[in-house]
């Protein structure tokens, strides 16, 4: 297996204030790796690192085997950002222009093709949102428009599907079919980094885990991880483990 995304002593400061310290970890073709911490614990600082969104202050990024700087293939990767359930208010556009924008890296300044909108089509089709192809984005429900932006990482044919905190505001029934199908993705060997709050959640779908609250607690299988005390270091005393078996 070859890493997709690779962290090497990676430190970030905002300002005087270290965010991440010396951090250190693989992300392997196919994985699907649990990213966890408590608030502030630089859990997204962590991930726009591993993205190339942000540079970090010491340390390494690799992205696909190359350093993060030289990367160009953002066709590969596919972010959710933290509440884009919410963020679709002010975008005056439709569900299937939303999907149709994953296929732009590979299109530049050229139209879309007939293969173009056969993939954006069976994207939406295997996130069960075709039916509401030209609905404003802005008109749909909090899973409606997460589904939609998914659809769009499909359309791309990303290798890496990175999503922090993506069920924020999302209903319980939503939710688990959300998960159901990030369930699919990862067995058709799709990547996926989760940032998600509830850890009986990650705990119950990702088959690694990584705590982190500035420096790496852990960063292993989700077995030795629930065996651990990582979790109590990390959180304190109030962290606790509650499965939802899906």
């Not at 953002?74 to 005056?92: D, F, H, K, W």
């Not at 990303?158 to 069920?167: C, H, N, Q, R, Y």
């Amino acid at each position: 297996m070859s890493a997709v995304a690779a962290a090497r002593n990676v430190t970030f400061r905002y300002g005087d204030t270290v965010a991440i310290e010396d951090v250190s970890l693989e992300v392997e073709a196919g994985e699907f790796l649990g990213l966890i911490g408590p608030n502030g614990s630089g859990k997204t600082t962590l991930l726009h690192l591993l993205l190339g969104l942000k540079e970090p202050d010491s340390g390494s990024i690799e992205l696909f085997g190359e350093p993060v700087a030289d990367f160009e293939d953002g066709g590969r990767i596919g972010y959710v950002a933290q509440q884009a359930t919410q963020q679709g208010s002010t975008m005056p556009v439709t569900v299937e222009e939303v999907v149709e924008m994953g296929r732009y890296p590979h299109r530049g300044a050229s139209r879309l093709t007939d293969e173009d909108r056969e993939i954006v089509r069976d994207a939406m089709a295997r996130v069960d949102v075709d039916d509401l192809r030209n609905r404003r984005i802005n008109a749909l429900s909090g899973g409606q428009r997460q589904r939609a932006y998914i659809a769009r990482a499909l359309a791309s044919k990303a290798d890496l599907l990175a999503l922090d905190e993506p069920t924020v505001g999302v209903d319980a029934e939503s939710r688990d079919r959300f998960y159901g199908l990030l369930d699919e993705l990862n067995d058709d060997g799709i990547a996926i980094i989760l940032i998600e709050h509830d850890i009986g959640v990650v705990t119950d779908r990702a088959e690694r885990i990584a705590c982190v609250n500035r420096e790496l607690y852990h960063h292993g299988d989700t077995e030795s991880f629930v065996e651990s005390d990582a979790l109590e270091r990390a959180y304190g005393a109030t962290g606790t483990v509650v499965h939802h078996h899906h």
